[in-house]
């Protein structure tokens, strides 16, 4: 197999990356996440007209209800569609509207007619929040104790970190509405992202265990190709399928599964592109200060944070002593190597 | 080797289990089971088969507090009322203290159905003496003033004196005017109960040549004037009424007022065509979905993929088997949950079989092979889904309607992919590893 030197080139990976989060990010912040109904309360009205209408008559037959700044949307494969959205209106302003486009166009059959009042937009947004914070937590703390080392934690968190930043700008740079299901996507980006970056990383670390000498951004390199196969044919798997909901699974559904479908290219990428180097990166940087001051065995205090034994011990370099310690479950492993 | 044949007996009866729980090919008629055409038990949500959800909440008055008995007091006059609809399957539930949520699969006018639950609907008889209120009229609250309609628009004082309410009704009903005037017009006949009849005997036949006038929910609907002593506790109001408007009435009036205000906080409805399409859609773009997968696994594995592939089906039937029996709902965002966990599945075969296949290139022996490869991808299969695990659970507790069916199909779907990735196609390819079928199994190598 030819080798593919991702870690000696992991800049153009940090700089891809930069190059989609620095304008997701600016987005964000000048414009906002584009909210929708169900976080800042109102009215949705998909109605399909008896016949095509252009967006100024639609709007006209709202001018008489005082909705001259309601948001219309029409979807150019379904013409007949249309999409209001307005500040909330009662039930017999709703009808009314419904039957002055019946008049204008020749009948409106109501495709979907929501009202979200003020107070319930503002709960569902504590919620959301709420869900996307105690998700978030909850998915940090197990994957932390799961790998009961902070290096390989915080290299899976800065992915996970990474994947909802593209998926929440790319929402921002793309004026896209979040609503409700947008927690379930970003819950379940998380929850592929880490699906990712542990099978990675659990190799990395397996193969710290096996051998010494290898230095450590070989190491992650070897490993990660060695996993690549598996990692794309699940992402591409995922992806086919998320293509196949997006252009055939109706409208309804499009928004939901683009972001899913953005969180599993950026999941399948940041594994290998941010989660890897980052440890990588930091490994380098412990070594160095290590070697700085040169007297050995110095104050433990001085070494970064609680070090992860099997990372550590090859981090160190200390072939000898790594080795047996490595002990009884290294030996054996290392009796079913692969060539 | 016992221990796996066990297994596959155990496989085949869940999976026919599973049959019989998701789709329910055989009846039971007279004890004795019936073939008949199967048909998914999974409930659809309210996005997929259309319907409305509606959030009301109480509003306090100065006489009444909304408490908790308030609220069911106020949950069981809409249940009746609803029953008058002829909803299918409606749900009604109490949300906090003050929130009702109620849900009407299929329904067709939802926005009658909305007048009709929204309404307080308090029916009052009042004595106006010798003034007769135009329809249109409407009391303040506090009932001592009353703003008449437009052209006027004046606010008279005027106290609500009122005679009897609808509380004292036995029935209502939409019925048409046989009078000499007015003949066909549509009304609303009633008849009181017995010390209602008797108040409204006693008032009418004391206050002949007055007016007494029909006030529902603070709105003059009528003003008649008494012409003669009413006995025997029947009535009708007139005034104004289409066939619809004054059945809509009569319902309201024979499930009686709630004994709070409630207001519509939130409300989403799906017309049936739209979630007839979302449905046919989704499946559609679902079963694409999970064809090219299937194809997929066949053509990279080969062999062991069709074991892949069959313990896919396997999982499939038993998430709709799990969904029906405990009565779960399929939502939209639900089949998008289906299609990820169908990921999820073949992820783990994937990671299984990509580490047999390297065991076996390092010389193993296929049984070595297999068993390393069960071992090795065991850990990282479960942290994936685990993490997920972890996210659909706090979407179920914090979500709403089709989250909530997301979250649910993820749940049940990570659990189940679990199970027959890791212990179906284990056992699948144990059975199969011996001669003269494993050089098969190669797993590509």
């Known amino acids: 197999m030819r080798t593919w030197d991702i870690i000696g080139n992991r800049r153009w990976g940090y700089l891809l990356s930069l190059l989609v989060i620095i304008p997701g990010v600016i987005a964000l912040l000048v414009w906002h996440i584009n909210l929708g109904i169900d976080f800042t309360g109102g009215t949705l009205l998909n109605l399909r007209l008896g016949r095509e209408a252009s967006l100024e008559q639609v709007r006209a037959v709202l001018q008489p209800f005082g909705l001259e700044d309601a948001v219309i949307q029409k979807s150019p494969d379904r013409p007949r569609e249309v999409l209001i959205r307005s500040r909330p209106l009662d039930e017999e302003r709703t009808a009314a509207l419904e039957a002055a486009y019946a008049r204008q166009f020749g009948g409106a059959e109501v495709l979907r007619a929501e009202r979200v009042g003020p107070t319930i937009g503002r709960e569902l947004r504590q919620k959301a929040v709420q869900a996307v914070i105690i998700g978030l937590i909850l998915q940090v703390v197990y994957i932390t104790w799961r790998f009961r080392s902070i290096r390989f934690a915080i290299s899976a968190d800065i992915a996970l970190i990474h994947d909802l930043l593209v998926v929440v700008g790319l929402f921002a740079l793309l004026r896209k509405e979040v609503d409700s299901s947008f927690v379930a996507v970003l819950l379940t980006v998380v929850g592929y992202s880490i699906n990712d970056t542990v099978v990675i990383l659990d190799r990395i670390r397996e193969n710290v265990n096996l051998r010494l000498r290898e230095p450590f951004g070989r190491l992650v390199n070897r490993s990660m190709l060695e996993v690549l196969v598996r990692s794309l044919t699940t992402g591409f798997g995922a992806i086919v399928a998320l293509i196949i909901l997006y252009f055939f699974g109706g409208p309804t559904l499009r928004d939901f599964v683009f972001g899913l479908g953005v969180g599993v290219v950026t999941g399948t990428y940041s594994s290998i592109f941010v989660a890897s180097p980052v440890l990588v990166e930091w490994h380098n940087w412990s070594e160095r200060r290590q070697r700085r001051p040169v007297t050995a065995g110095t104050a433990p205090a001085d070494v970064p944070a609680p070090e992860p034994a099997a990372v550590g011990r090859s981090a160190a370099g200390g072939a000898a002593s790594g080795g047996g310690a490595a002990g009884g479950s290294g030996g054996r492993r290392r009796n079913r190597r692969r060539r | ?445």
């Open chain 2, 1 to 445: 080797m016992r221990l796996r044949s066990l297994w596959l007996v155990l496989i085949v009866l869940l999976a026919l289990a599973a049959v019989q729980l998701a789709a329910a090919p055989v009846a039971w008629r007279n004890r004795r089971p019936v073939l008949q055409r199967p048909r998914l038990q999974v409930s659809l949500g309210l996005d997929l088969q259309g319907g409305s959800h509606i959030v009301l909440e109480a509003k306090d008055t100065p006489a009444v507090k909304a408490t908790a008995e308030a609220v069911d007091g106020a949950m069981e006059i809409i249940r009746s009322r609803i029953d008058e609809l002829g909803v299918v399957e409606p749900t009604i539930q109490r949300q906090g203290e003050r929130r009702i949520i109620v849900e009407l699969p299929g329904v067709e006018d939802p926005q009658q159905a909305i007048r009709l639950i929204g309404k307080t609907a308090l029916l009052e008889f009042v004595n106006t003496g010798t003034v007769s209120l135009p329809a249109g009229s409407t009391w303040n609250a506090a009932g001592t003033a009353v703003t008449l309609p437009a052209p006027e628009r004046r606010t008279v004082p005027l106290k609500k004196e009122v005679v009897v309410t609808g509380a004292d009704l036995a029935d209502a009903r939409a019925a048409f005017e046989q009078g000499q005037v007015n003949t066909g017009e549509p009304i609303v006949a009633f008849r009181f109960k017995g010390a209602g009849a008797k108040k409204f005997e006693e008032f009418t036949g004391s206050h002949v040549g007055q007016y007494l006038t029909i006030v529902l929910d603070n709105d003059v609907i009528s003003s008649p004037v008494i012409r003669d002593r009413i006995a025997g506790g029947s009535g009708q109001i007139s005034g104004n009424f289409t066939l619809e408007s004054a059945r809509e009435l009569a319902v309201l009036l024979r499930a009686g007022a709630l004994p709070i205000p409630v207001e519509v906080v939130e409300r989403r409805t799906v017309g049936p065509s739209l979630g007839r399409d979302s449905l046919d859609l989704s499946l559609r773009a679902g079963s694409i979905a999970v064809v090219l997968i299937v194809v997929f696994m066949l053509i990279q594995y080969r062999f062991p993929g069709i074991l892949a592939d069959l313990a896919l089906l396997l999982y499939a039937l038993f998430l709709f088997a799990t969904l029906a029996g405990l009565n779960a709902t399929m939502t939209l965002p639900g089949i998008a949950a289906f299609v990820i966990s169908v990921g999820m599945a073949i992820d783990a075969n994937v990671l299984i079989f990509e580490r047999i296949k390297e065991e076996l290139r390092a010389g193993k022996t296929l049984r070595a092979g297999i068993q390393a490869g069960w071992d090795r991808a065991w850990g990282a299969i479960l942290d994936s889904n685990v993490t997920t695990l972890v996210g659909a659970a706090v979407l179920f507790v914090l979500g709403t309607g089709p989250i909530k069916g997301f979250a649910t199909t993820l749940f049940l779907g990570v659990l189940i992919s679990m199970f027959t990735a890791i212990v179906v196609t284990r056992v699948l390819v144990d059975a199969l590893a011996r001669p003269p079928i494993d050089r098969f199994l190669r797993f590509g190598v």
